[in-house]
């Protein structure tokens, strides 16, 4: 079927190149207006800059004095509030404690730079006067310029909320810092008339402020007295209700007006360049709309459209030209996909269908009225969706002359995707979308049967997550898989679209790296999974952690075949598991004999209990001053029978993954107890806590029987319990100490000092005691700094009201240091070994006796 030949349009350019000046004109006016909207932004941006600069300088300056003032204000805070300073200022001042030992003394002037400590009475005469650090005679209200005496009156208000009160005041000209506190026993002692206080001056030295100048760039930092009304900025202001007005200035950058003076010259010229650009374009915009209007009038013809099939049909029908550009789409393109036709008419078939040009032209000779072979292609819909289609074509002829092609296209994707989906479904696990088993072994014997070198290695990554099963027990399994697919993820992130990730089953997974070439190139694969699972997971509100192990086995160096390796992974995984979690590990052939080895220890531990291998040792703990035993803390040991005696870190951590540590716990605690009632009713004695017996619902019933099965008083038995148990599920930890407590047994933390929060947990959780950590008491003796730490620890557990022991006392002079600094209780080699139940109870009846 033909057409008529379409009019073909007037000889009249006029129309187009009006068209072209009238956009030219506007290009004109959009280029000024962008180049006037980038001068005026440049502006705006380098004054903002600087103005920003300004008061990001001044909350510098503000967090420098206030981090100042806060570190200031917490020594006198700890000094003033400190019984031990009532005891030795309250009536006469005791010199050798004050300034001898150093508890109010020279430390205040070389740590924190106080100019002036004094201890003024209630008349407000100085007793007390240290200036520049050392002993001076000079009253405090002639070398500080100021009403002192307000500045006492409002220390003496805020003492009775812990608080201190400061103001600003002049030393010599020079502003300076004066704070003030009561010295006071308690919180509850409210005679203050009858106090004296302690106040601390720090003068704003220009070498203190030099200081401050470098740590936070404040260049030419200068401090004046009272306020400079119109003083240029940055400048802060330092005013409190009482004392004098402080007014520090300082230089700014001004690097928005550098940039400024930079780049506006250099804009300026890049207009004139552009408008010299544009006058040129002008004259070849013109030239070519004269062409298009001529080009326009030569294509005006007619075009010949046929349909040889219905568009009844439910595939859609095309045609193209000889060069396989389409000239018709039947309405049925439109309701199949959603795309309009005119948009396609004019544009190459190979655009709209993904399909093999050549193979199209041989396809459309060898087709005849019985034999039409479909081509398969693909294309996307108006929303972006890929279908799967069959194209059918036959060549279009009028007369002896090729007029182009014609044909239908057939929509498959529904049976396409049925099959994909069918055979996806076989190779990856339905949870996670991670391959299964079944495509793992199939991948792993395709990579080894294709041959692997030293310079192209396969390395095999078998993860196991650590703390899974609690988040499955207490949140369920519906929260479980959440966090399994998200830890699918967390892997997909870190590894190569070259890498296999397979999921086992349960919370095992497998990933076959293939791009590591060096065993330095999977430790940090392996780090990155670990760094990446460790990450917080949100569900519900929740925030859930878990870790992972990893065991690592290399294709061609530990094995060829996919069994080996797996099986080889999984040995490392295991040792990784073993030395601490969180942890990866290569496969070595001697993982082997310790799995063999740690089998047989596995079997002879659990007759261990029934044959009575099982050893208490213990260890005394001393009254720090008096060398007198407190108590005493139990110690398990195994007499193996061919191994000889073994200590708890040969079995503890076998026994806590085996679940056998609540039996051995059981045991330990009974017969703890019962050696206990042999002794002094004043001793107590001492258990450890394995962290996964918090993970049990029956830890309070277990301590309960022991202790009626036994008849101990509950009080004599102390329960030491380490800050990992806080760490795992703190809710949980907290009621379940509050039940023990409930007991009325004792409970201690121990290993004090190694977490990152303890402070926290003391006030938070019911404990009696701290035992200090011996990495710390090893270093008592060492440095200043040491001695200064453990000093902390000691004061912080008696502000809580703690009974503080330090183990690991190892010396003389670690012991004369603990003794100097006034802990409570000490333990350790040097004091007392581990011994057995009779030699203890003979240690402890010769102490009585004597």
Known sequence: MTHDPAPIPSNDAAPYTAMARLALCSFVYVICALFLMAGLTLIYLSLSLDAREVLHSEADAARALESRQDKIGKVLADNAF????????????????????????????????????????????????????????????????????ILLAKARRESAENEIAYAYFSVRGTPAVVSAAVI??????????????????????????????????????????????????????????????????????ALGRSILNKFLPMLFLLGVLVAMLVKSLRRRIIHASEMIEAAQRALQISEQRFKNVSEAASDWIWETDPDQNLTYLSERFTQLTGLPCNDWVGRPLSELLTYNTTKLVSAAKHCNATRRKPMLCEMRDTNDRLHYCQLFVREAWVGDQLQGYQGTVCDITQEVEAKAHIEYLSHHDTLTGLANRRH???????????????????????????????????FGHTTGDLVLQEVANAISRCTRDTDLVARLGGDEFIVVATDCRTYEDAERLCQQLIEEINQPIRIDGNDVSVGTSIGIAAAP???????????????????????????????????????????????????????????????????????????????????????????????????????????????????????????NDNVLVSVNLSPLEFQRNDLVDRIAAVIERTGIAPQRLELEITESVMLEDATSALTMMNKLKALGVRLSMDDFGTGYSSLGY????????????????????????????????????????????AEGIETAEQLGKVVELACDQAQGFYLGRPVSPMLFRQVVEEVELS
């Open 184 to 253: 006071r026993p308690d919180s509850s002692y409210d005679q203050f008339d009858q106090l004296s206080y302690l106040v601390y001056v720090d003068v704003l030295t220009d070498t203190k402020l030099m200081v401050i100048q470098e740590a936070f760039d404040l260049h030419g930092l200068k401090a004046n007295l009272g306020n400079i009304p119109d003083a240029r900025r940055p400048q802060l202001r330092l005013q409190e209700d009482v004392g004098e007005a402080v007014t520090l200035q300082w230089e700014s950058e």
């Open 762 to 805: 003391l006030r938070s959780y019911p404990f009696d005691g701290i035992k200090i950590d011996r990495s710390f008491i090893m270093g008592l003796d060492q440095s200043q700094s040491g001695e200064a730490l453990v000093n902390a620890i000691i004061s912080m557990g008696h502000a809580l009201a703690l009974t503080v022991t």
């Open 440 to 474: 793992l072994d199939h991948y792993l014997n395709d990579r080894l049967n294709q041959g692997l070198t030293g310079d192209r290695p396969l390395f095999l990554l078998a993860l196991d997550l650590d703390r899974f099963k609690p988040i499955n027990d207490t």
């Open 82 to 149: 400190w019984i031990d300073a009532f005891s030795y200022t309250y009536g006469s001042i005791n010199m050798p404690w004050a300034f001898e030992r150093d508890n109010i003394g020279p430390s205040l002037f070389s740590t924190y730079g106080l100019d002036g400590v004094f201890i003024i009475d209630p008349n407000a005469v100085t007793r007390y006067s240290i200036i520049d650090g050392e002993l001076s005679d000079i009253d405090a209200s002639e070398w500080i310029t100021g009403d002192l005496a």
């Open 557 to 679: 160096y530990h094995g060829l075949t996919a069994e080996d390796l797996l099986r080889y992974g999984d040995i490392a995984l295991y040792e990784a598991k073993s030395n601490g979690r969180n942890l990866f590990r290569f496969y070595e052939p001697v993982m082997n004999e310790r799995i063999m080895e740690r089998r047989q220890l596995e079997m002879d531990m659990r007759q261990a209990l029934r044959r009575r291998e099982f050893r208490l040792v213990f260890q005394p703990r001393y009254n720090a001053t008096t060398q007198k035993i407190v108590g005493a803390e139990a110690l398990v040991r195994w007499q193996h029978p061919t191994r000889d005696l073994l200590s708890p870190a040969c079995f503890i951590p076998l026994a806590e993954e085996t679940g056998l540590i609540f039996e051995l716990s059981d045991w330990v605690l009974h017969e703890a107890c019962l050696n206990a009632l042999s002794w």
